[in-house]
């Protein structure tokens, strides 16, 4: 079975500083993958996604993520936090065959001034 | 604009009681799912559909109705016997792809269910 883990529930960062939010997934396939962001009360904002197309994935607002094979990872990076980063961000596995997602826990972005 | 529309944003239910929520999309997708978030929780599937007229139950759907008449609509019943409602809901949709075409689902705005 597919699974994604989001290994820190929580990150704080000051701003102006590297973000990095990490993800592990279990595939027995070439995954699909998903970043996605959500703001208090919000819905969830697709950030980037992983199409197999390149390893590294360009997103909105300056995110991207780097697909590892061999480390079944898919961690997120920002090069400068900014305030309105501060978010829950949640890394999202399609189930391969299927119209399901499986979701991770989320991490918390904190970002302090 | 193309997009995918909740409401109400805040729903009351009073014990006993069922209540509906709306989920409308305009973006052609045939997809369309219904998740519950909990604070401090990521998302857990309630009910997904992959055409009109059909749709399969996901990881908690006891206490959950749906339908899905229309292409671009798919309600959500919170029924009397779902005794821990209170959460935020969220709809989302997607179009279907096939081998390595990923599909990205897109979501709501979300509706606060709490109980009076």
């Known amino acids: 079975a597919q699974s994604v883990t989001q290994l820190d529930s929580h990150v704080s960062v000051s701003e102006g500083t590297p973000v990095l939010l990490r993800c592990n997934y279990s595939?027995?396939?070439?995954?699909?993958l998903f970043w996605y962001v959500q703001h208090p009360n919000k819905g969830l904002q697709l950030l980037l996604k992983y199409t197999s197309a390149a390893t590294l994935v360009k997103g909105i607002n300056g995110f991207e993520a780097e697909f590892k094979k061999s480390e079944t990872s898919f961690h997120l990076t920002k090069p400068s936090a900014h305030m309105s980063d501060a978010a829950e961000y949640f890394c999202v596995v399609r189930q391969s065959g299927t119209y399901k997602y499986i979701f991770g826990t989320g991490t918390r972005l904190k970002v302090l001034a | 604009d193309g997009g995918i529309t909740q409401s109400p944003k805040y729903l009351f239910r009073k014990e006993g009681q069922n209540v509906t929520l709306s989920c409308e999309q305009n973006l052609n997708h045939d997809a369309m799912y219904w998740y519950r978030q909990d604070p401090g929780q990521g998302l857990r599937l309630i009910y997904y559909s992959q055409i009109v007229n059909d749709f399969q139950k996901g990881d908690i759907a006891e206490g959950y109705s749906v339908s899905r008449e229309k292409k671009e609509s798919f309600p959500l019943t919170v029924t009397s016997a779902q005794k821990n409602p209170t959460a935020f809901y969220l709809c989302a949709s997607s179009s279907p792809g096939t081998g390595k075409n990923t599909e990205t689902q897109y979501f709501g705005p979300g509706t606060r269910l709490l109980v009076l």
């Open positions: 595939s027995s396939y070439s995954p699909s």
